[in-house]
């Protein structure tokens, strides 16, 4: 199993210290004879520790879609909103939102839904409400990224939670080339990614689906 780069710090900084007290219990209670009542259930909670912290850092390995005119999702998670909205930060106009919640169980990892040129680029600090309130797509700690495609522009917004409080973004370079479903950053324990599209895309799933970045389409522009 790879492991995102983005998972090193807290690898080092937690894990590892974890796996040493691990080592140390065990060794104790095979050398002097401490109790496994006692060493037993704290190993088994540091070995649970151990094995998530692994696991949320994991990097699995997908194909590259690229397609011109898709959209695809730059996240994994499930669909919890398709709606109309007027987009006032970039756009300003009317535009379709399509946002997709990540649990803590997801791969955290962001792709890119389409290639094309960075246009817009903002990072914006704020509160931490649960990233399904329908206000933390405008108070929250976000990074907003508008890409400008062959076929059309897009937004997309990297949104912490209660729980996510450490937004990475790769897309700080406003005028540079990016590849459709390359990775676009990694947003830690949970949060959300809307998406703004041009009023007349296809929309491709519904509420309620579960969406695999880099691999779902979500839409397809007008």
């Known amino acids: ?43 088994a909670g540091l070995l649970y520790l151990i094995v998530t912290i692994f696991w949320f850092f994991r990097e699995p390995k997908r194909p590259l879609l690229q397609e011109e005119g898709a959209v695809f999702s730059p996240a994994d998670g499930k669909v919890v909103v398709i709606e109309e909205v007027e987009e006032k930060e970039y756009f300003g106009d009317r535009r379709i939102q399509i946002s997709v919640f990540m649990s803590v169980t997801n791969v955290h990892i962001n792709w890119f839904p389409i290639g ?22 405008e108070e929250n700690e976000r990074m907003s990224v508008a890409i400008e495609g062959t076929k059309g522009s897009i937004l997309y917004r990297q949104i912490a939670g209660l729980v996510a409080r450490r937004i990475v973004s790769y897309a700080t370079e406003e005028g540079k080339q990016v ?22 895309s296809k929309i491709e799933v519904a509420l309620g689906d579960k969406v695999t970045g880099s691999q779902t389409l979500l839409a397809r522009l007008p």
Not at 117 to 132: D, K, Q
Not at 188 to 196: E, L
């Open 116 to 137: 094309g040129r960075i246009a817009y680029s903002r990072y914006h600090p704020g509160s931490f409400r649960v990233a399904w309130h329908p206000k933390s797509s």
């Open 179 to 200: 590849e459709q479903n390359s990775k676009c950053g990694f947003i830690k324990f949970g949060s959300r990614v809307d998406i703004f599209l041009p009023l007349g």
């Open 1 to 43: 199993m790879k492991i995102n780069r983005e998972g090193f710090p807290t690898i080092r900084n937690v894990a590892l210290p974890l796996i040493l007290i691990l080592v140390a219990l065990t060794y104790c209670a095979l050398r002097y004879g401490w109790s496994w009542w006692v060493v037993g259930p704290i190993d």
